[in-house]
């Protein structure tokens, strides 16, 4: 190679810079340039323009960088986080329900979601159009909507499909290879097994909404939570514990599926329930009290039926009712506005939150109060003609009449609650003659007592805690005074006395079971966690032989002939009832009550049955507790 060395004074040029030269040379000839320049200055217009727009480009990415960060970045942090948690997380089995007896209440069956991510539409490539395409062809609907769908949400995981039939979900899933920006989700659908007969005890579940969902509560953005009835209430416990997944590598274009994501921590089922419910019982109120109801020609009422020894809720029915399938399953907006504008409110539980006048179903804690008092001797005897005549406190001259169903001579207190006079518990409650009355404050002390002024707690979402009207209320709400007509009214349960179904069974079973009032309790277990003993609210209120005496005359009541309850007289075993009748003050319409408990010497049951607006006084709920209890103790005894 020395051969082709060029010498210089100062040092050798190699054959290869001699070549570069002669390259660099032919280009300068080529664009014109003298052989004099090694370097060729930019004009300074074009320096200005690139300039320019190097400086416009800054400023759209600092300007855009600035919105995404103050106007966006709270709802873009939010996105984010939703789509991390829903990515992450891996839904439980949700626990199971039985009745008493081990029968199933509700069961689990596999659903499936479709589930994608919005970002990836903000943009309508071929490939996402693609996606679309494929993902409406698999469900069987228009592309339009199913882009408007995505694009429409706020949510950065959009549920576009959900509870997908096993033939839909078959071609989707032939089809995911090329669908990269959405997922198939698995969720847990309830199957309410018997529909309207025990939806007011059970609720539902449904897809959890912004109020409910935070990033921090282990919930799938899409994923489901309980509702109403004892799945709201039990949520914690039936919900189970999710299990974590760290997604696997990100799938590429090239690849049909991505890396499988690794397991963090599997989930833990929820736990099951085994509830104080007898479905067999349940079944048999809710058909004869739809059934009673309906003959008369009204539209709703409750009925609840306890154990007096422990407090447990063996039945609880509130008429009419709702399919919680429907809900469970993602209910239809025709269906829905069906739900919601019935004017019989079905989705409102009356067993628990109605608010009732009780009409004679008062008396026998009324009794109780004035025996407990030493107000009146059980064996004296007061004339019931069927009214009285009470002259005006104020005003001599002015002389007012209360009246009774009927006249119905001489009565001490068995015979007056066996009869339901009226006239014997106007003199009780407010005082007539010589006879001494309680008075609206002690009234209102006993039936607190017997819990008409508090909620009783049990286990359901929804309690109404009831309400005993007096003279300081009647003053501030109404700017009136109490007069003795109020505390007449109040003694036969009229008035703006409100209680519930639920409330007027509680305080029965503590007559029924000599002065214990217990906590209704709809769960019997939460299995593997927490067996529920019988809870006391309070006892000892009344003496034992005071109550005594009050269960006496509700016996009469069935008994004896002059018993308004004498149609419960032939049933298997003894039992024990009392009446009501509550006028609601238009279209002579009604609210009636049956309570009865038995057997009567051990009672195992009690049961109160009501009905709401029904016409006349007809028998509309002593048949529904003669079916029901002829049902329970047949071959018992």
């Known amino acids: 190679m020395k051969n082709y060395w060029v010498k210089n004074k100062f040092t050798d040029i190699e054959p290869h810079e001699v070549f570069l030269d002669k390259l660099a040379h032919a280009k300068e000839e080529e664009l014109g340039l003298s052989e004099k320049k090694f370097e060729v200055p930019l004009k300074e217009k074009i320096s200005y323009v690139l300039f320019a727009i190097f400086f416009l480009a800054a400023a759209a990415l600092f300007s855009k960088t600035f919105y995404l960060q103050i106007f966006e970045g709270k709802k873009l942090y939010v996105s984010a986080e939703n789509n991390k948690g829903s990515a992450n997380i891996i839904v439980p089995e949700r626990g199971i329900i039985y009745d008493k007896n081990l029968k199933k209440l509700v069961s689990n069956s596999p659903a499936f979601d479709l589930v994608c991510d919005r970002a990836n539409f903000s943009v309508l490539t071929p490939e996402i159009s693609k996606e679309i395409s494929d993902i409406a062809n698999s469900l069987k609907v228009n592309p339009s909507d199913v882009e408007n769908k995505i694009k429409s949400s706020d949510s950065a995981q959009v549920l576009v499909a959900e509870d997908i039939s096993h033939e839909n979900l078959l071609v989707l899933e032939t089809k995911m290879g090329g669908i990269f920006s959405c997922k198939i989700q698995q969720n847990t659908s309830r199957n309410y097994l018997f529909g309207p007969v025990l939806s007011q005890v059970l609720?539902?579940?449904?897809?959890?909404?912004?109020?409910?969902?935070?990033?921090?509560?282990?919930?799938?953005?899409?994923?489901?939570?309980?509702?109403?009835?004892?799945?709201?209430?039990?949520?914690?416990?039936?919900?189970?514990?999710?299990?974590?997944?760290?997604?696997?590598?990100?799938?590429?274009?090239?690849?049909?599926?991505?890396?499988?994501?690794?397991?963090?921590?599997?989930?833990?089922?929820?736990?099951?329930?085994?509830?104080?419910?007898?479905?067999?019982?349940?079944?048999?109120?809710?058909?004869?009290?739809?059934?009673?109801?309906?003959?008369?020609?009204?539209?709703?009422?409750?009925?609840?039926?306890?154990?007096?020894?422990?407090?447990?809720?063996?039945?609880?029915?509130?008429?009419?009712?709702?399919?919680?399938?429907?809900?469970?399953?993602?209910?239809?907006?025709?269906?829905?506005?069906?739900?919601?504008?019935?004017?019989?409110?079905?989705?409102?539980?009356?067993?628990?939150?109605?608010?009732?006048?009780?009409?004679?179903?008062?008396?026998?804690?009324?009794?109780?109060?004035?025996?407990?008092?030493?107000?009146?001797?059980?064996?004296?005897?007061?004339?019931?003609?069927?009214?009285?005549?009470?002259?005006?406190?104020?005003?001599?001259?002015?002389?007012?009449?209360?009246?009774?169903?009927?006249?119905?001579?001489?009565?001490?207190?068995?015979?007056?609650i066996a009869v339901s006079s009226n006239i014997y518990f106007y003199t009780v409650g407010g005082g007539y003659g010589d006879q001494q009355g309680l008075g609206p404050a002690r009234i209102k002390k006993y039936l607190s007592l017997f819990g008409w002024n508090e909620k009783t707690g049990i286990d359901l979402p929804g309690e109404f805690s009831g309400f005993i009207p007096d003279p300081a209320w009647k003053k501030a709400t109404k700017g009136l005074s109490w007069f003795d007509g109020d505390t007449y009214n109040l003694s036969i349960g009229q008035s703006d006395l409100q209680t519930t179904p639920l409330q007027v069974t509680s305080a029965y079973c503590a007559i029924a079971n000599g002065?214990?009032?217990?906590?209704?309790?709809?769960?019997?277990?939460?299995?593997?966690?927490?067996?529920?003993?019988?809870?006391?609210?309070?006892?000892?209120?009344?003496?034992?032989?005071?109550?005594?005496?009050?269960?006496?005359?509700?016996?009469?009541?069935?008994?004896?002939?002059?018993?308004?309850?004498?149609?419960?007289?032939?049933?298997?075993?003894?039992?024990?009832?009392?009446?009501?009748?509550?006028?609601?003050?238009?279209?002579?319409?009604?609210?009636?009550?049956?309570?009865?408990?038995?057997?009567?010497?051990?009672?195992?049951?009690?049961?109160?049955?009501?009905?709401?607006?029904?016409?006349?006084?007809?028998?509309?709920?002593?048949?529904?507790?003669?079916?029901?209890?002829?049902?329970?103790?047949?071959?018992?005894?």
Request: a positive charge; aromatic letters at 10%.
């Open 203 to 416: 609720g539902y579940t449904g897809r959890i909404n912004k109020n409910e969902y935070s990033s921090s509560s282990g919930y799938s953005i899409n994923g489901y939570i309980g509702k109403t009835g004892l799945e709201k209430y039990y949520e914690p416990y039936l919900r189970g514990v999710p299990g974590q997944s760290r997604p696997g590598g990100a799938r590429l274009a090239s690849q049909s599926e991505a890396a499988k994501p690794e397991i963090l921590s599997v989930p833990i089922a929820g736990n099951n329930l085994v509830l104080n419910i007898d479905i067999g019982l349940q079944q048999r109120l809710y058909d004869a009290l739809g059934k009673s109801i309906e003959k008369m020609g009204g539209k709703k009422g409750a009925a609840v039926a306890m154990d007096p020894r422990t407090g447990a809720v063996l039945a609880l029915v509130s008429y009419p009712s709702y399919d919680d399938n429907l809900f469970s399953k993602g209910i239809s907006k025709t269906d829905y506005d069906k739900i919601v504008n019935d004017p019989s409110q079905p989705l409102f539980n009356r067993a628990v939150s109605a608010k009732y006048p009780t009409g004679s179903t008062i008396k026998p804690f009324e009794a109780a109060a004035a025996l407990q008092e030493n107000l009146i001797s059980p064996t004296k005897q007061i004339n019931d003609p069927g009214y009285i005549l009470v002259k005006s406190q104020y005003d001599p001259s002015v002389v007012y009449r209360y009246g009774g169903v009927a006249p119905h001579g001489m009565v001490d207190m068995k015979k007056a």
């Open 515 to 637: 002065g214990t009032l217990y906590k209704p309790q709809i769960v019997k277990s939460i299995v593997g966690v927490k067996e529920f003993a019988p809870e006391i609210i309070r006892s000892n209120f009344i003496d034992p032989e005071n109550l005594a005496i009050v269960r006496q005359g509700m016996r009469d009541g069935v008994a004896e002939d002059y018993g308004i309850s004498k149609s419960l007289n032939d049933l298997p075993v003894a039992v024990a009832a009392k009446t009501g009748t509550a006028e609601i003050g238009y279209n002579n319409l009604f609210n009636v009550w049956s309570s009865v408990f038995a057997p009567y010497d051990n009672p195992e049951i009690v049961l109160v049955v009501t009905a709401e607006n029904v016409n006349g006084l007809g028998a509309v709920t002593l048949p529904v507790a003669r079916d029901v209890l002829q049902w329970y103790f047949s071959g018992k005894k």
